[in-house]
């Protein structure tokens, strides 16, 4: 079992930045995949970033490519998001979600998940 707590979002203008942090207990956080979605009003959740249990492999959506990066200290069992140049488009509640083993865009396939952190982008 895993439980995940998300953090820093906030209300930004165009162009500035956030670093999204989510903290998760448990002594297995470094077996796990960790994922960051994203969930606008009226639209599914969307895949934004993953990175390996290791650190080693990352994985990014193209709308975010080159602007956002996913980054994780497994000694604080966490987990960020470093989100740069942001756009009105990013605005969303971001989740970040955590699954065994093996990476995977789908948030079906994600098996635990962080209450959810509000980002605002005003142009």
């Known amino acids: 079992q895993v439980q995940l707590a998300d953090s820093g979002g906030g209300l930004v203008q165009a162009g500035d930045s956030l670093r999204l942090s989510c903290t998760a207990s448990?002594?297995?956080?470094?077996?796990?995949?960790m994922g960051w979605f994203r969930q606008a009003p009226g639209k599914e959740r969307q895949f934004v970033a993953a990175?390996?249990?290791?650190?080693?492999?990352?994985y990014y959506a193209d709308s975010v490519k080159g602007r956002f990066t996913i980054s994780r200290d497994n000694a604080k069992n966490t987990v960020y998001l470093q989100m740069n140049s942001l756009i009105p488009e990013d605005t969303a509640v971001y989740y970040c979600?955590?699954?065994?083993?093996?990476?995977?865009?789908?948030?079906?396939?994600?098996?635990?998940w962080g209450q959810g952190t509000q980002v605002t982008v005003s142009s």
């Open positions: 990175i390996g249990w290791s650190g080693g492999s990352t």
């Open positions: 448990g002594r297995t956080f470094g077996s796990y995949v």
């Open positions: 979600a955590a699954r065994p083993h093996y990476y995977s865009d789908h948030w079906r396939n994600y098996d635990y």
